[in-house]
């Protein structure tokens, strides 16, 4: 497997209202999507720099991860995604190497790209996201 590069990388916020306006206004940013993903419970702004996004995350309940995260550590950098060709043969082979991971099958997130999240402790702190297409 090789990561073809950054797709994304994400910051937990706890007012995605006031994050986008932030990042449009001292950024010059234009948000380009925002996007429920039911699945995580969280409601995700994108916006491109050149071919990496940034992702800002809001909690939509206060039990998901994202909330929890908040409450344990503030806002702040969340997860760097990298894009892969194919997700699924991706978390194949990393669990072969001993990888430790949160999902073993891929999910849908947002924009409809196949993701899943490799364990921090796997990853020296950082959790780490694949993306790719659905194939
Ligand atoms: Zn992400």
Redesign the pocket.
């Known amino acids: 497997m090789i990561l073809n590069n950054i797709d994304?990388i994400?910051i937990a916020v706890k007012n995605l209202e006031q994050s986008i306006k932030l990042y449009e206004e001292m950024f010059g940013l234009k948000c380009y999507l925002i996007e429920d993903v039911d699945d995580q419970k969280v409601k995700t702004a994108f916006f491109k720099l050149g071919n990496v996004k940034l992702?800002l995350l809001e909690s939509s309940d206060p039990q998901s991860p994202i909330a929890k995260f908040i409450e344990k550590r503030g806002e702040g950098m969340h997860?760097i995604?990298y894009l892969v060709e194919d997700v699924q043969s991706s978390l194949i082979e990393l669990e072969g190497k001993g990888v430790q991971l949160i999902d073993k099958y891929p999910r849908t997130?947002a924009e409809n790209l196949n993701?899943a999240f490799i364990h921090p402790k796997s990853t020296f702190g950082v959790l780490t996201?694949l993306v790719g297409k659905k194939k």
């Open positions: 994304h994400a992702e997860h995604a997130g993701i996201e």
